[in-house]
């Protein structure tokens, strides 16, 4: 042995002990594996062996049996019973016949010295002879022999005679007339119950010396019988004075009685010991035989063996260590002298070498050792120019963090700040007050829910949050967000990279508006001309009314002039004359005279009332109607101006439910008639079914205005680049709506037989400024500021166009605006 090599520690304790594992292990899985099967072939040995003592033991038994009641036949058909027991019959007080009657019974009992008795009963039920003359006149009309025996044979179980005390059987049977088959009396034998004892313990009971007399096996084995009343009817090998005292209600007894079922196998019996044992059930007597033997006793042969073989194994065990041990000790000390140079290796001396003449497995181990001994150094020369090289990379990033113009910060797993680089002093916070804080303490919207959907919605995530400065104003940020997770997938840091756009959003604010009033500038010539019409309606109707209201003071003043009053004064005088009674002649002329001029007069002054009054009437209709039609044009006019006003109108922005067709018809009432004027024609395709959206209505129309005045002018590029032009029409302008109840969506959509947009120019469309209009009318910021304002609602814009074809924009709307929308917090 190598001198400072320890066997029994480290790999060297670890590889006796697999060598030991190895090698012990199937010695004791063959050892358990033999001592298994032959447990079990001794069991069912055992078993079996036990079933077959049942088997005969019940045999004999039911010999027994058959013979007694074989017997008390063959005495009930004697003829010399019979005959003398009819003369008692008839004459009960013959001595002679009763002397000779009872030795006739005592020759038969002397037959076979198991009978103890012989005696006949006749129909009272009173016995008339009897082997003992004791019991001649005793009355057994209440027994069940009797009373059984005159029905047929019987067996009375084992009992105890009352007179003499000796456990019994009774054999009884009837005696009858030889030809008319009269009952005359009951026959009985009274056997010997102890004949059941020797045949379930194998010995004669009148022996006092019973060694080797036994069927038993060993000390505690016993054969015994149980009645129907679950008591013993045989001796106990181990209870004195058991016969019909001791009660057996083991599962096998209960088994047998209730059901007739036979059993073999291990249970505990009525003493509560574990046998093994068989069950055979006498179905005649309703016995149950038992043939036990004490689980310990039957099963010492297993143990026997277990013991042999334990020792056996034992001694496999020692030679196996021994062998173990010196087949480990040759493998072990290479490993050891490789450890050792491993160690004097970390130590960091990386040119030490192990040396090594085996040609085996370890002497390419040692080889390869060496190897990586040289491989350890010059990786450990490239390691250190690598450090330098990163330490100077560290410091290049760190200056990148120091001076980068965006804040650049990193939160752990529950959302609280690990690292802020120095931008955040431009916010008037300080690197180290924030490290430690939550993310959540600089937010305007201070809602958990924030740090999960920055945690939990994907890997990268860029959106615009609310901030608080250190002087409390709110910062719009726009926040870049990439997650770092380990192996696992668990989220370990957050990174995050955040611009603050605040001014941003003010310029874009400006565009928007920029935007409306270079819609409002498209809108204003069309709208010009379209108050035009009402206006020119207006002065012919108000040119009109003038001339109405001159032709109406003309009639007035005719009216002035009619002399109405100077006749009425000259009639008033001509009553009053008429009244005072003229009775000059000369002055009655000259009333009657005059009456009819002025009759006549006032004729004439009302044909000319009803003239003009008739003219009157006629100018009234007139200058009624060219009113109301200054009204309505009027009211035409206000409409298209309000309109106008209330789209030009700059307010904040306020997110409520609103219905998308209600949205369309706004948006068309103003331009519909514009773009009719230029020959378009269009077509309104709205689903009845629209549910409302939360939204902007405002900010929604500019959208839909934007994307209209866009088709509406690729269309009359494209009549102009026609060969045929149409008469009444130059296109077809079709806005619609659907609802996608799958997706929650509601889509507006706007289709032109325009020109169509190129490929070239399709992936453009949305950038700022760009335009294709060549008449210097385009600000290139319409689809721009639409597209910004469509992804606020959180919706999306589809372009469908073929160049030469038409164009189809396809605007879709969520149902439910992101809670976010409707406060001031995160906008996704």
Known sequence: MIKGVNLFSGIGRKLLCWFLLLSILPIVAVALLTYRYARETIKNELLNEEAFLADGIKNHILTV?????????????????????????????????????????????SLNKDFYETFVINRAGTIVASSNENNIGKIEADTDF??????????????????????????????????SKQFLGVLVIRYNANKINEITTGKRTNRKDDTGMFLRRGKTSEAYIVNKDQLLITKSRFKENAILSQKVNTEPVMAALHSGKEFVGVYKNYMGKQVIGAT??????????????????????????????????????????????????????????????????????????????????????????????????????????????????????????????????????????????????????KEEELVGQSFLSILFDKRPEIIDKISHDGFKRIFEVDVLDKQKNI????????????????????????????????????????????????????????????????????????????????????????????????????????????????????????????????????????????????????LLEYLEGSVKESIRCKDLISGLLDFSRQKEPQMQLF????????????????????????????????????MDARQMEQVIINITN??????????????????????????????HPD?????????????GISKNALRKIFDPFFTTRKDGKGTGLGLSISYGIVKMHDGSIEVQSEYGKGTIFKIFLPLKAKREQETRGVKL
């Open 280 to 429: 055979r059930y006498l179905k005649k007597m309703q016995w149950v035989l038992l043939v036990e033997t004490d689980e310990s006793e039957a099963y010492f042969p297993i143990s026997k063996f277990k013991y042999r073989a334990t020792t056996a194994v034992g001694l496999c065990i020692i030679g196996v260590i021994f062998v173990s041990f010196f087949v480990s000790r040759g493998i072990i000390n290479p490993i050891i002298l490789l450890v050792k140079g491993m160690k004097r290796i970390a130590e960091g001396d990386l040119n030490f070498r192990v040396k090594s003449h085996l040609k085996d497995e370890m002497g390419e181990l040692t080889a390869s050792f060496n190897s990586m001994a040289d491989d350890i150094k010059d990786a450990r020369e490239k390691l250190l120019t690598l450090k330098a090289h990163l330490e100077e990379r560290n410091e290049y990033l760190e200056s990148i963090l120091k001076y980068a113009n965006e804040l650049i910060f990193t939160l752990d797993a529950q959302g609280n700040f690990t690292f802020v680089n120095p931008k955040i002093k431009e916010w008037g916070y």
């Open 475 to 622: 910062r719009n940020v726009l926040l870049t967000i990439f997650l770092i997770k380990n192996n696992e997938g668990h989220i370990v840091r957050i990174l995050g990279v955040a611009n603050d756009v605040t001014e941003l959003r003010k310029l874009e604010q400006k565009l928007v508006q920029a935007d409306r009033l270079a819609s409002i500038g498209q809108l204003v010539a069309g709208i010009a001309h379209e108050i035009n019409n009402p206006i020119g309606v207006i002065y012919l109707y108000s040119t009109e009314s003038l001339k109405l209201f001159e032709k109406t003071t003309h009639a007035f003043q005719q009216l002035t002039t009619l002399p109405i009053t100077k006749d009425i004064n000259r009639l008033n005088t001509l009553i009053a004359h008429l009244e005072s009674k003229v009775n000059n002649e000369s002055e009655k002329k000259a009333l009657q005279k005059e009456l009819p001029y002025i009759i006549e007069n006032l004729s004439k002054n009302c044909r000319d009332i009803e003239e003009i009054y008739n003219t009157i009437t006629k100018i009234r209709s007139y």
């Open 146 to 179: 009797f009373l059984s025996g005159k029905e047929g044979p019987y067996i009375k179980d084992v009992y105890r005679d009352e007179t003499t005390g000796e456990y019994s059987i009774a054999f009884a049977a009837p005696i009858l007339k030889k030809r």
């Open 659 to 694: 219905n998308v067709n209600t949205l369309v018809d706004n948006v068309l009432n103003i331009v519909e008639k514009q773009y009719r004027k230029e020959k378009i024609e269009v077509v309104r395709t709205l689903d009845s079914n629209i549910p409302n959206v939360m």
């Open 710 to 739: 866009n088709a509406v002018f690729a269309m009359k590029e494209a009549t102009g680049k026609a060969e045929h032009v149409g008469t009444y029409r130059k296109g077809v302008l079709t806005v619609g709506s659907c609802f």
């Open 743 to 755: 997706k929650d969506l509601v889509e507006i959509f706007i289709k032109d037989t325009g020109v």
């Open 65 to 109: 049996l058959d013979a007694g009641n074989y017997s008390s036949q063959f005495f009930a058909s004697d003829e010399f019973i019979r005959r003398h027991l009819e003369i008692l019959n008839r004459r009960p007080d013959s001595k002679h016949a009763v002397k000779k009657f009872n030795k006739y019974m005592v020759y038969k009992t």
